[in-house]
């Protein structure tokens, strides 16, 4: 028996360019070595295994009877060999039973949630999407680590927890939502604005937020009579009522015709919402949790 201690598995990598290429330059070229460093290799493979191997033929060379027998376990031995190095294999997503668990806001789930469940049922029958609410983003945080969600479609605070990996998924910038005979829609301006009851989207019922804060920072304040923690509610409040609204953009075409809601740029300089898509490293390698990544950035590259 040969001792594996003293083979150079490089010799065996050599004969199986050598055995398929049936020339010494060229199995050289394939190997991106010299020529006389193949052919070096070849003598001592012919040492190592007492026989000839290849002989000359004309230009080329002729394997002998051993050399025929070991061409094919020699490469599923190399096959086999890379395998182990290389680690199992990614398991084929088509296979996968598994429900990824995913936390975003109703109007990210109205948008994102149908064209996730269509690529699953093409791709993945046996992958289940779960939506699980969006109550802020540092539950969200505590919801990734503690294992309770997948993934989630998030903004990302000073507060927020540093280890967690985290990946642009769009921008988003904002528009004054309206009823379209709402009486500010008219020569929309900042008076206007000011002059009606306003609708703030807060997930833990704040009345306070980011507009608040620049309109103290210009002495002035807007009065919030409506906090929802659901997009879903405000295109009735809105199209029954003066009241106004600074949302997403991206809000209005999500809005049933029945409510016909309109948009104004903001009267203030409002700046627009990075979201993210997040999750934890320990999800790194998680197959079923990377396909979904990558659908939900496709389908919100669509939108």
Known sequence: MVNLRNLDLNLLV??????????????????????????????????LFKDPLLERAGPAMKPTPRADALREPLRQALADLSNIVAGP????????????????TDLAAELLTPRLYARAARE???????????????RTDQSILRGEADIAITIVLSSSQPDMRRELLSYESYAVAMRPDHPAAEAFDL??????????????????????????????????????????TIPRLLATSDLLAMLPARFLSTVPREYRLIGRPPPIDMPGLDLFLQWHPRRDSDIATQTVRGWLKEAMAEK
């Open 124 to 138: 993945a029958p046996g992958l289940g999407i779960a939506v699980l609410p969006w109550l802020g983003p540092d």
């Open 14 to 47: 050599t004969l199986d360019a050598l055995l398929q290429e049936q020339h010494v330059t060229r199995a050289a070229k394939r190997l991106g070595l010299t020529q006389p460093a193949v052919s070096n290799a070849l003598e001592r493979l012919r040492y």
């Open 191 to 232: 008076a206007r604005w000011l002059a009606y009851p306003h609708l703030i989207l807060s997930a833990r019922g704040d009345p306070h937020g980011v507009v608040d804060d620049i309109l103290a920072g210009m002495g002035l304040r807007r009065q919030v009579r409506v906090t929802v923690n659901s997009f879903m």
């Open 89 to 104: 294999s990614a398991p084929d997503i088509s296979q996968i039973e598994q429900t990824v668990r995913i936390v975003m």
